[in-house]
């Protein structure tokens, strides 16, 4: 059975940070690519960054370059998403997924399994 879970959402001030964690099980992790998405209250889902194991590239949403870094663990099949200088608009769920694609996406449509989101709340 194909699982992601996503841990680490939580309370904060805005200027902090937190890492997200992803954790996949049930398929090959390395043969996917993984992504982070968010979604806030009323606004659509919204691709931040992606990593492809196999193509040793990420991407990032040019709303969170240089905040954001994607990264991977492959001995614990889990995805990191580091997030600095938190702003109260990242404020959203945040959900990774993983798509059967070989290039990182942002697009949500190309994901194939998602996880059940962690809450991210940033505070003025």
């Known amino acids: 059975e194909v699982q992601l879970v996503e841990s680490g959402g939580r309370l904060v001030q805005a200027g902090g940070s937190l890492r997200l964690s992803c954790a996949v099980s049930?398929?090959?992790?390395?043969?996917?690519?993984i992504g982070w998405f968010r979604q806030a209250p009323g606004k659509e889902r919204e691709g931040v960054s992606a990593?492809?194991?196999?193509?040793?590239?990420?991407t990032y949403a040019d709303s969170v370059k240089g905040r954001f870094t994607i990264s991977s663990d492959n001995a614990k099949n889990t995805v990191y998403l580091q997030i600095n200088s938190l702003k109260p608009e990242d404020t959203a769920v945040y959900y990774c997924a993983a798509s059967r694609g070989y290039l990182p996406t942002l697009g949500f449509y190309e994901y194939d399994y998602w996880g059940q989101g962690t809450q991210v709340t940033v505070s003025s």
């Open positions: 049930g398929f090959t992790f390395a043969d996917y690519v």
């Open positions: 990593i492809s194991n196999r193509a040793g590239i990420t």
